[in-house]
C-alpha cells in the first residue's frame, strides 16, 4: 500500500495541495452540519404540518415533499442556479448549495419523521387525552418525542448521504471538497490520483462520523427504543 | 354545589351510532359516590363505547352525561372534566418513551401545572400505593403487563380523579398478573373510589361491585345486586351469557 502511494505521487499531490484540500473539506463540513440542522428543522415542522395540519397546511407539505423527493437533487440545483436569473433571481454558488441542499434534506427528514410519527399507537392518544391534555399538548409532549427518537437513526443515515451528495455542489462551483479536487487536478493533470484522494478524504470523514454517531446513538437509547 | 343526593355519575338516554350501525340504544344508569358497578356483556355490544362517551373521546349522538353538575356531552370545558375522570383501558396506553414515575408525573406537571418537586412527590407516592416503588425509572418496555396496568392505574389516580373508568384492564394480562392489578382495584374501591368497570372476572364483580349491569345489544337487559345476577338473574339472555361466562373463565369466586 505505502509503496503504491509513493510510487503514484498521491502523498507528494496531498502534501502539496493540503491546505487547499482542507478548505475544501472544511466547506464541505460546515456546509452538511449548517444543512442536517435546518434541514431536520424544517423536515419536523413539515411532517407536523403534513400530519396534524388542517387540510390547507397539509396539502402544501405534502406537495412540497413529494415534489422535492420526486425530481432529482441536481436538477434542483440547476433551476436554483441556471434557471432562476432568467427570472432576475440570482444567488451566489455558495448560497445555491446551501439553499439547495437544505430543500432536499427538508423533505427527506419530514418523511423519515412522519413515518415515526404514524408509528405512535393510538392507545397513547387515548391516554393523554384521557388526562385532559390538549391537542397540541399531546403531539408536543408525548407523540413528538418518540418520534424525534424513533427517527434518529434515518437522520444520522441522512448525515452520511448529504456529507456525500454535497460532492455535487462542484457542478455549480462552490468550494466544496470536490470542487477543490477538480481545481487541483486542472493545475497538475493528476485526475486520477487527485480524485482517489478525495475519496479517501471522503471515506474517512464518513467512517469516523459513523462511529461518532454510534455513540450518540447508544447514548440516546432507552429500552423498547429500536 | 346543590343537591346531596344527586349522583357522582348519571346517564341518561345515551345515544350512538357509527354510521348505521347502532352501538348505544337508549343507556340510563348512574353511580353515587363511593358505589362500584361493572358492566358484562358479549363483545361489540358497546361497553367500551359507553366508557368512550363518559370522557368524550367518542361524542354521543343523544342522551345526557352528568358528572355532578356539569353536562359532558355539551360542555365546553372538556379538557377540565377529563382531569376528574380516571381511564385505564386494555392496552395501558403508557408513554414509551418516559419512565414509570415520569409517566404519571406527566399529567401533574403539563395538564395540572404543578411545581416539578411536588408532581414527583405526588407521582411516587401514587406509584407506591399500586406497589411499584422498585420500578420508578423503568421503562414501559421493561415492566410486565402487570406493572404497566398498574403504572397506567398510579398515573390516573395521580390527577386525583372523582371517578375511575376501567375497560376489560386485566383482559390483556398472562393469567398469573391479574391477580396483582385487580388487587389494586379492589383496595381503590374499599378506599372509596368510585368506580365503574367493564370485566369478565366475575370474582372481583361479585367481592367488590354494588350492581352488575348487563348490556346486549347497545341496552341494558338488567341491571341488579352481583348477589341476585348471580343467584337468580330475571332475564333468559343474561343468564344464557354468565353460563358461557362460566365455561370461559371458570365461576366467579367460587
Ligand atoms: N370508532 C369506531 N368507529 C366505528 N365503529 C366503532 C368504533 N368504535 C366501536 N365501533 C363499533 O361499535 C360496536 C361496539 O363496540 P364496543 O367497542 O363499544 O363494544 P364492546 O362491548 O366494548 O366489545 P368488546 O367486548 O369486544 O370490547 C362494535 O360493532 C364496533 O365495531
Ligand atoms: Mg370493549
Redesign the pocket.
Known amino acids: 500500500m505505502l509503496e503504491f502511494l509513493t510510487e503514484f505521487m498521491i502523498i507528494d499531490i496531498f502534501v502539496s495541495n493540503f491546505g487547499r484540500l482542507m478548505s475544501g473539506l472544511r466547506f464541505t463540513l460546515t456546509l452538511t452540519f449548517v444543512v442536517m440542522f435546518f434541514g431536520t428543522i424544517f423536515g419536523v415542522l413539515l411532517a407536523l404540518g403534513r400530519s396534524y395540519g388542517i387540510k390547507p397546511i397539509s396539502w402544501v407539505c405534502t406537495a412540497y415533499i413529494e415534489l422535492i423527493r420526486g425530481t432529482p437533487m441536481l436538477a434542483q440545483l440547476f433551476i436554483l442556479y441556471f434557471a432562476l436569473p432568467a427570472y432576475g433571481i440570482r444567488f451566489s454558488a455558495v448560497t445555491v448549495a446551501y439553499l439547495g441542499f437544505t430543500i432536499n434534506c427538508a423533505a427527506y427528514q419530514a418523511e423519515y419523521t412522519r413515518g415515526s410519527l404514524e408509528s405512535v399507537g393510538a392507545d397513547q392518544y387515548k391516554s393523554a387525552y384521557s388526562l385532559g391534555m390538549k391537542r397540541w399538548q399531546t403531539i408536543l409532549f408525548v407523540v413528538l418525542p418518540q418520534a424525534i427518537r424513533w427517527s434518529i437513526p434515518a437522520w444520522t443515515n441522512e448525515f452520511i448521504y448529504i456529507l456525500k451528495y454535497t460532492s455535487l455542489a462542484y457542478i455549480i462551483g462552490a468550494p466544496d471538497l470536490m470542487t477543490q479536487g477538480k481545481f487541483i487536478a486542472s493545475r497538475n493533470y493528476q485526475f486520477f490520483r487527485v480524485y482517489f484522494i478525495a475519496a479517501i478524504i471522503y471515506l474517512v470523514i464518513v467512517l469516523i462520523s459513523t462511529w461518532i454517531i454510534d455513540k450518540i446513538e447508544a447514548k440516546f437509547k432507552i429500552p423498547g427504543f429500536g | 354545589m346543590g343537591d346531596e343526593d344527586r349522583p357522582l355519575l348519571n346517564i341518561k338516554e345515551l345515544k350512538k351510532s ?2 348505521d ?1 347502532l ?2 340504544d337508549g343507556i340510563s344508569f348512574s353511580l353515587d359516590t363511593g358505589q362500584n358497578k361493572v358492566i358484562i ?10 366508557l ?1 362517551c363518559v370522557n368524550r373521546l ?1 361524542v354521543p349522538d343523544g342522551g345526557e352525561i352528568w358528572l355532578e353538575d356539569t353536562e359532558i356531552v355539551s360542555c365546553d370545558n372538556i379538557n377540565e372534566v377529563r382531569q376528574e375522570i380516571g381511564y385505564v383501558f ?1 392496552g395501558f396506553g403508557l408513554f414509551h418513551h418516559l419512565t414509570a414515575l415520569k409517566n404519571v408525573m406527566l399529567g401533574l406537571t403539563r395538564v395540572k401545572k404543578v411545581p416539578k418537586k411536588e408532581a414527583k412527590e405526588k407521582a411516587i407516592a401514587k406509584l407506591e400505593r399500586v406497589g411499584l416503588l422498585d420500578v420508578l425509572e423503568s421503562y414501559p418496555a421493561q415492566l410486565s403487563g402487570g406493572q404497566k396496568q398498574r403504572v397506567a392505574i398510579a398515573r390516573a389516580l395521580a390527577m386525583e380523579p372523582k371517578l375511575m373508568l376501567f ?2 384492564p386485566t383482559s390483556a394480562l398472562d393469567p398469573e398478573l391479574i391477580g396483582e392489578v385487580l388487587n389494586v382495584m379492589r383496595k381503590l374501591a374499599e378506599e372509596g373510589m368510585t368506580m365503574l368497570v ?1 370485566t369478565h372476572e366475575m370474582g372481583f364483580a361479585r367481592a367488590v361491585s354494588d350492581e352488575i349491569i348487563f ?1 346486549e345489544k ?1 341496552r341494558i337487559v338488567e341491571k341488579s345486586s352481583p348477589e341476585k345476577m348471580f343467584e337468580q338473574p330475571e332475564n333468559p339472555r343474561t343468564r344464557e351469557f354468565l353460563f358461557k361466562l362460566d365455561e370461559l373463565y371458570g365461576k366467579g369466586g367460587e
Open positions: 357509527f354510521g350501525n352501538v348505544l356483556g358479549p363483545s361489540g355490544t358497546g361497553k367500551s363505547t359507553v368512550n367518542v386494555q375497560d376489560e367493564v348490556m347497545g
